[in-house]
């Protein structure tokens, strides 16, 4: 019997020259699956085994529309925080549907809701209930804070500053994330209508985070608490370290949650702030400078 698979399902992924779209598609092409990705820029787009690209923009509905035409699951992969952003997401989910897609798989935020304290939260609830409404077989990913983004809060002087007072967060990295997707991505009914926090194994402060961070390193890394004011008082362009939104959320309680997601899909552990950095030479050395 011949390979038929491309006939039986094309899975489409967005953002797919990005630090989580790319994962995912590497991640279904190593699994043999036909996919189309969809991407801004054709010289960008990676190339793949059963792997076609279509160029679109969220906000060029048109072109979305023709893009995923003939896909069946489409990966969503939010769309660069901005005050257009539940617009483009709706524009999106609406082009994707007129298109015949029979499935969306969204990739949220931890902390999705109405009155969440970090806006891009808020965003993502509602582009949820927009799926939602839709009626279209979906499943939801509500990722923590990327453990890959957390060197880089770390400045020159070895400072973790932000206004997350005591909060805490269990960081998790974008492979966990990448694995978990392609599960629930290949794994058909068995997800429909489900939403999966995906987070790391342990929820810790910042401060915590500084001295398991110091530990790793032999460098003397600080967690200092800022106020929101002291924090909002940096110019964009001088501003280095931690997201003062994220943290805000931090500190609200937003992010404090563990999940069972990232093993039960994949079936390993989900990764600890020292299992990924020991893995990763190059965040490593940025922690260590």
């Not at 399902?9 to 990005?18: C, D, E, R, V």
């Not at 015949?100 to 798989?105: A, F």
């Not at 957390?150 to 492979?175: H, I, K, N, Q």
């Not at 370290?241 to 997601?261: F, K, M, N, R």
């Amino acid at each position: 019997m011949g390979d038929d698979r491309e006939t039986l399902h094309l899975f489409g992924i967005t953002g797919a020259t990005g630090a989580l779209g790319r994962r995912i598609a590497e991640r279904l092409a190593r699994r043999g699956e036909a996919q189309r990705l969809i991407v801004r820029d054709l010289n960008r787009a990676p190339e793949l085994p059963r792997a076609g690209a279509a160029m679109a923009a969220y906000e060029d509905t048109a072109a979305f529309e023709r893009a995923v035409k003939g896909v069946d699951t489409l990966l969503l992969v939010p769309a660069p925080e901005s005050d257009l952003r539940v617009e483009l997401h709706l524009g999106a989910i609406d082009a994707a549907l007129a298109a015949g897609v029979t499935r969306i798989v969204y990739v949220s935020f931890l902390s999705a809701g109405p009155a969440a304290v970090y806006t891009a939260a808020r965003d993502h609830f509602y582009s949820e209930a927009h799926i939602r409404a839709a009626g279209v077989a979906h499943t939801v990913l509500r990722p923590g804070l990327y453990l890959d983004l957390l060197p880089s809060w770390v400045d020159a002087e070895g400072l973790l500053r932000g206004p997350a007072g005591r909060g805490r967060l269990a960081w998790v990295s974008r492979d966990d994330v990448a694995d978990a997707a392609v599960a629930v991505l290949t794994g058909g009914d068995a997800h429909e209508g489900r939403t999966y926090d995906l987070t790391g194994p342990e929820a810790v402060t910042l401060g915590e985070t500084a001295r398991r961070l110091s530990a790793l390193t032999a460098r003397r890394i600080v967690y200092v608490a800022e106020t929101w004011q002291e924090s909002a008082a940096w110019a964009p362009s001088a501003r280095t370290g931690a997201d003062p939104a994220a943290c805000a959320a931090i500190a609200a309680g937003e992010l404090d949650a563990v999940s069972p997601a990232v093993p039960e899909l994949t079936g390993r552990p989900a990764q600890s702030i020292e299992g990924f950095l020991r893995t990763r030479p190059s965040a490593l050395h940025h922690v260590r400078r």
